[in-house]
């Protein structure tokens, strides 16, 4: 599903860096996109989105997994 999506769609280089800082590089990187922080083991929906990036974090706000569209 992800080939279908235009620009960057991975950001492997950002797990364990600062999920607002993360964000705003996912945005600078593909301005397609709108990147969420949100805190890992949040329930969230399961629809595939080529817009959204959801930036998983724990409670100190470190990036915990990599982030993808979706």
Same mark, same amino acid.
């Given at each position: ?26 945005? @600078?990187?593909?301005? &397609? !996109?709108?990147?969420?922080? #949100?805190?890992?083991?949040? =329930?969230? *929906? /399961?629809?595939?989105?080529?817009d @959204?990036?959801?930036? &998983? !974090?724990?409670?100190?706000? #470190?990036?915990?997994q990599? =982030?993808? *569209? /979706?």
């Amino acid at each position: 599903m992800s080939s279908a999506c235009a620009g960057k769609n991975s950001w492997p280089e950002l797990l364990g860096t600062n999920g607002d800082f993360a964000a705003s590089v996912i945005e @600078r990187e593909n301005s &397609r !996109v709108d990147a969420m922080v #949100i805190l890992d083991g949040t =329930p969230v *929906t /399961g629809d595939f989105r080529c817009d @959204r990036v959801r930036v &998983r !974090v724990n409670r100190n706000r #470190i990036v915990v997994q990599i =982030p993808t *569209t /979706g």
